[in-house]
């Protein structure tokens, strides 16, 4: 019993860690794995480097955005951002 209370430090830190990172992260990549999936033609989306467009063609691993009139580009799907919202 008395070798029990060296290991409650321990126990206790992993329960922060977990509480503080493990499970917010994984419910951000949770939320985002759910917009990569709900991705379709016509929505306006920002690229991780800064690039907005609108998505023109769509299949399971890449996208096709206008940027520009005449002016497409294919990215990875994971090279989404975000989904602008019309307002």
């Known amino acids: 019993m008395e070798n029990i209370g060296a290991f409650i430090p321990i126990i206790l830190l992993v329960l922060v860690f977990y509480f503080l990172l493990w499970r917010p992260q994984q419910k951000q990549q949770k939320i985002r794995k759910e917009m990569l999936e709900s991705l379709k033609k016509g929505d306006r989306v920002v690229t991780i480097g800064g690039i907005h467009g609108v998505i ?16 497409n580009l294919k990215f990875s ?7 602008i919202e019309e307002e």
Do not use: C, P
């Open 56 to 71: 023109k063609d769509i299949d399971e691993s890449s996208i096709s955005l206008r940027v520009a009139d005449n002016l």
């Open 77 to 83: 799907r994971a090279a989404v951002d975000r989904v």
